[in-house]
């Protein structure tokens, strides 16, 4: 499978417990995002790398959030004193300046975070 | 930053019956992308827009890009219990990087 992995999948957390989640992109993809989604509302945009370059952060990113992507291959996602407002689906997804003109972004399924 | 509006915000439809929904920008974008959400899945890529008046097709699928480029629309002819799912628009920053999604345009199909 080259599709876009992301592990959890699903993750229940207390409140004020540090999580961190790993998304896996498509091989040779040099871009990586992170989307945050909840019911009913679009994907929101989190930050996103450029091979090991994290090159955008969401003004909406608090400080409790933090995104690395070491080797520019995999990311992690972490979250430091959960909150019940951080409860939602975490999205990763992946892309490539190879794939010009097209430049649509490859999503994987997904971390549900529940924070009790 | 870029805002969009897309309507309906959901829609039942008979299968068979086509299905249309709109994607509204009070400014001029430079490209705009479509996804599909089925329900407990997450976004696919369907498509891109870039030029002024573009139409694209794929299969049963039509989509278009207005000719001042602050609307689309994406057109589903004879739907299909398959077709269910939430449909997205999408704007992507000037930098070609990051995306600004509608809330979306969820579809029930009912057979």
């Known amino acids: 499978d080259t599709g876009v992995s992301q592990d959890p999948r699903h993750k229940i957390t207390k409140r004020g417990q540090n999580v961190t989640f790993r998304c896996d992109p498509i091989?040779?993809?040099?871009?990586l995002y992170w989307y945050r989604q909840t019911l009913g509302q679009g994907p929101e945009f989190l930050t996103y790398?450029?091979?090991?370059?994290?090159?955008?952060k969401s003004r909406l990113l608090s400080d409790r959030f933090s995104a690395e992507r070491p080797k520019g291959s995999f990311s992690t996602l972490e979250i430091q004193r959960t909150e019940q407002g951080d409860s939602a689906m975490y999205l990763c997804?992946?892309?490539?300046?190879?794939?010009?003109?097209?430049?649509?972004?490859?999503f994987g399924p997904g971390t549900r975070l529940t924070v009790t | 930053g870029q805002q969009v509006m897309q309507i309906p915000q959901y829609q039942h439809v008979q299968e068979g019956e086509d299905f249309t929904t709109y994607c509204n920008s009070s400014?001029?974008?430079?490209?705009i992308q479509w996804y599909k959400q089925r329900p407990g899945g997450h976004p696919v890529f369907l498509i891109q827009?870039?030029?002024?008046?573009e139409v694209k097709k794929q299969k049963r699928l039509t989509f278009q890009f207005g000719e001042a480029k602050k609307n689309s629309s994406l057109h589903i002819t004879a739907t299909q219990t398959t077709d269910v799912g939430t449909y997205f628009c999408?704007?992507?920053?000037?930098?070609?990087?990051?995306?600004?999604f509608g809330k979306g345009t969820m579809l029930l199909v009912s057979p």
């Open positions: 997804a992946s892309s490539s300046l190879r794939d010009l003109p097209h430049y649509g972004q490859y």
């Open positions: 091989s040779e993809h040099n871009r």
């Open positions: 790398f450029q091979n090991e370059a994290q090159l955008e």
């Open positions: 400014t001029t974008l430079s490209n």
């Open positions: 827009l870039v030029k002024s008046g």
């Open positions: 999408a704007l992507q920053n000037s930098g070609y990087s990051t995306l600004t």
